[in-house]
């Protein structure tokens, strides 16, 4: 039959079994976030426009869904800004909402917001999805779901070290050890700020950073060819490729940036900060993450001011980041908040998905599959079944009873989609003391009962499938 069901480019339905397996990794998620200490809170799915424009950077600004006004949108625009076809002016003229772009800005709006009732330092964490206007493929949804955790109101390079404890509790429990590491890149804002003063490039700072965010995408010869169409001198990137060199230690890198950044204040600040963190990460053993440093991670988020952490997925999948984060100091200042620096993290729960999918480190067990499927025969009393399934759910037993006498074909068939673990019915051809069996689906072991006897059974099926 023919159909014109669809669905928006870059969305998906979640059923079955990938329902489950997210909502798995959202309890393994949750479960840290709180052992860690973070409150959960949620904010709406769209937020005013001058909310989240500005906040971004100008590739940032340009994904963002905008909300048209309600009634006659156009009735006031200014006549002149349409024949303009400005979209800069247009834009805020007939939109006033947007759908959130990140769980961040909502966030810094919502500490501002609410200041006078929250305890400070405040932890929080948020699980909603986000939407950006990007050009859907491989792991890059329009809708997808952000995992964050921040915490505002403090500026201790502790809590950094804290959120690599905590991206190395998470991947752990998940499954992504010893072959299966992820890797933690980090990098400091003001290092690249104090490049850009050394260069003599800070007026430029926010492009070459735009252009640096690229490297995974188009590679080095990309980078250096589009900073030469912008009009930077070789000896920009000449000096960023000595970085790029995986055979240098950290040790030499970060003696190379001493000696670079020795007459900029912010640069030596941002080393000190990455040497901190790399000294005392070196107190901890990790099961899950390797930590390297990524002097190119510029993060494309404009509101980023000191560390920044970027989670590249395991080598044996090629997929870009599936979490990242950093410190930003200024955000809460654009809604009116005073010394409030806030540092935080995210995982990418969908890009997360494809990885543990395509390593296989979800279990059987999160398949979507009911335990009992009791079947209704014409000759069977609905009551008596009834009894039958109250009595299972009240030990913990999923079990659904077929609604309707159909053919015991369609009803077994019915079972098998519904993966049961088991079926219970009346047996035919024993109707006196033992009323009812109950089949393994897997094994086609049978097991006769009578209602009295029903707790027997009902041991059985608590025992996991072999």
Not at 422 to 430: P, V
Request: hydrophobic share 40%; glycine share 6%; charged share 25%.
């Amino acid at each position: 039959m023919a159909t014109n069901a669809s669905l928006a480019k870059g969305t998906r339905d979640f059923y079955g079994d990938e329902l489950n397996k997210r909502q798995f990794m959202i309890r393994v998620i949750e479960k840290h976030f709180k052992q860690f200490g973070f409150s959960r809170i949620e904010t709406p799915s769209f937020e005013n426009y001058s909310t989240l424009i500005g906040k971004y950077g100008e590739e940032g600004d340009r994904l963002i869904f905008k909300i048209l006004k309600s009634g006659d949108y156009l009735g006031k625009v200014n006549p002149d800004v349409l024949v303009s076809k400005d979209s800069q002016e247009l834009t805020p003229a007939i939109s006033d909402k947007a759908l959130r772009y990140d769980l961040t800005v909502p966030f810094a709006r919502f500490v501002v917001q609410h200041q006078n009732e929250l305890a400070f330092p405040f932890k929080r964490y948020q699980i909603q999805p986000v939407w950006r206007a990007d050009r859907p493929q491989k792991g890059r949804f329009r809708e997808f779901t952000q995992c964050d955790a921040d915490v505002v109101g403090v500026h201790s390079l502790w809590q950094e070290l804290e959120f690599l404890q905590l991206y190395n509790a998470v991947f752990s429990e998940l499954g992504l050890v010893n072959e299966y590491k992820v890797t933690v890149k980090l990098n400091n804002r003001k290092l690249l700020s104090g490049l850009a003063e050394v260069l003599s490039i800070e007026d430029r700072l926010t492009v070459f950073m735009t252009v640096l965010d690229k490297l995974d995408k188009i590679g080095a010869n990309g980078v250096a060819e589009e900073l030469k169409l912008l009009g930077f001198e070789d000896r920009v990137w000449d000096t960023m490729q000595f970085f790029l060199d995986t055979q240098i230690s950290l040790d030499q890198r970060i003696s190379k940036l001493h000696v670079l950044l020795a007459d900029s204040l912010v640069g030596i600040q941002g080393l000190k900060e990455l040497e901190f963190l790399f000294a005392n990460a070196a107190q901890f053993e990790f099961a899950a993450i390797q930590l390297s440093f990524d002097l190119t991670l510029a993060r494309g988020l404009h509101y980023y001011t000191g560390t920044l952490f970027e989670v590249s997925a395991p080598e044996k999948v090629q997929l870009g980041a599936i979490g990242g984060g950093g410190r930003y100091d200024n955000l809460t200042e654009a809604f009116g908040g005073t010394d409030m620096s806030g540092v935080g993290i995210s995982f990418g729960l969908d890009r997360l998905y494809l990885v543990l999918e395509e390593l296989g480190l979800f279990g059987e067990y999160l398949e979507d599959q009911i335990d009992v499927v009791v079947l209704f025969f014409e000759h069977t009393d609905p009551l008596l079944l009834f009894q039958v399934v109250n009595r299972l759910r009240a030990q913990g037993i999923s079990a659904e009873m077929y609604p309707e006498a159909a053919k015991i074909a369609k009803q077994y068939k019915y079972a098998e989609k519904r993966k049961a673990r088991f079926i219970f019915s009346t047996d035919q051809k024993n109707s006196s003391s033992k009323p009812f069996v109950l089949k393994n689906m897997k094994t086609s072991e049978l097991h006769e009962c009578s209602l009295e006897s029903l707790q027997d059974v009902i041991q059985l099926i608590r025992l996991p499938s072999i």
